[in-house]
């Protein structure tokens, strides 16, 4: 396998999904070994930087791409597997913006009352133990929490030249912000043009389900990334597999919408990996998934669809490319 290492300098970090040329031609199968600047683009180091005076919202949510490759086209299925993901700074941020989250008002749940407090948190990793410090700014408590890196973003160009913001999560992937984006998970994305322009971003050195108040511990990320290409079977929404799982992410609002999606495209999968009919393949989804919250706060909400494959029989998805990759990590 072929292996690129890419950090890209400031000037060329990207900031949309489509729009944007292409930092490099790839083929399918190649390494990608990138390094990714995190959400606030490294404005918030200290606990005495606020969001309102050093975050410009123009530039947030770096991306690092985006990656042509090699013979993908519309209707292709882009396949990403997540080899590792490794904090590249000793620290991560995590802030309350103001009239963002979702526990305050915004510009469109639009309340009568002030926002809450403009606050930074830094979190402080201690690579030994492999943990995280929280550090109350209000009190005198402290906590130490698993490192559990994920990756906010991961998406492709959209379809119709649309030029789609990195804070979007929608059907071509985007800022999804689901944990289950992590090391040994394998990312289905419908491919809407030529070479797909895949990109990667937002590193979290962990979050909780549904990233409640808009911020997880966000830091500059090292990511290992195999790519490959499926002919055809492009999933109408970002499907995920994993060892143990089969998952479908819906990104809308309301948030019932997104989880409409979610269950639609399970519904889909099931059909594909055992022939079911639809009404079949919903009953059975019905008694068996799990639908946990990514996120509540981006512009789009997005809702996780998992179903366990201990509960099934053995099945392959795209003929097995999960287990294939999983099988080829294990020489890098």
């Known amino acids: 396998m072929e ?15 489509g729009g944007a040329k292409p930092a490099m031609t790839i083929k399918p199968g190649t390494v990608l070994k990138l390094w990714s600047e995190d959400a606030f683009n490294h404005a918030l180091t200290s606990v005495e930087d606020l969001s309102s005076e050093k975050v410009d919202l123009r530039f947030v949510n770096p991306q690092t791409g985006p990656f042509y490759v090699e013979g993908a086209e519309p209707g292709d299925t882009l396949v990403l597997h997540i080899v590792d993901l490794t904090p590249a700074r000793s620290w991560g941020a995590s802030a309350t913006i103001p009239f963002f989250g979702g526990l305050t008002s915004t510009d469109r749940t639009a309340l009568l009352q002030d926002p809450l407090p403009d606050t930074t948190w830094i979190y402080h990793l201690d690579s030994a133990r492999n943990t995280v410090g929280f550090e109350s700014r209000f009190g005198d408590f402290r906590l130490e929490l698993p490192v559990e890196p994920m990756l ?6 959209p379809p119709g030249g649309e030029v789609r913001s990195s804070l979007v999560p929608e059907r071509f992937g985007g800022n999804m912000d689901s944990p ?6 394998t990312i289905y994305l419908g491919v809407n043009v030529d070479g797909a322009l895949f990109s990667i971003g937002d590193g979290h050195y962990r979050q909780g389900e549904g990233e409640a108040c808009g911020t997880a511990v966000e830091g500059a990320m ?5 790519v490959e290409l499926v002919k055809g079977g492009a999933p109408a929404w970002p499907r995920i597999e994993t060892d143990t799982h089969w998952m479908a992410v819906g990104s809308s609002r309301p948030m019932e919408d997104s989880w409409r999606i979610g269950q639609l495209e399970m519904v889909r999968w099931f059909g594909e990996l055992f022939g079911l009919h639809a009404m079949d393949a919903y009953q059975l989804l019905t008694q068996t998934a799990q639908a946990p919250i990514a996120n509540a706060v981006d512009a789009n909400y997005s809702v996780v669809v998992k179903a366990a494959k201990s509960l099934f029989p053995s099945a392959s998805a795209y003929d097995g490319v999960h287990t294939d990759l999983r099988d080829r990590s294990a020489g890098i």
Do not use: H, M, N, W
């Open 3 to 17: 292996i690129i290492e890419y950090r890209p300098s400031r000037d060329q970090l990207v900031y949309t999904f």
């Open 152 to 157: 906010g973003t991961v998406g492709v160009a």
């Open 180 to 185: 289950e984006v992590k090391a040994g998970s």
């Open 222 to 226: 090292d990511s290992t990334i195999i």
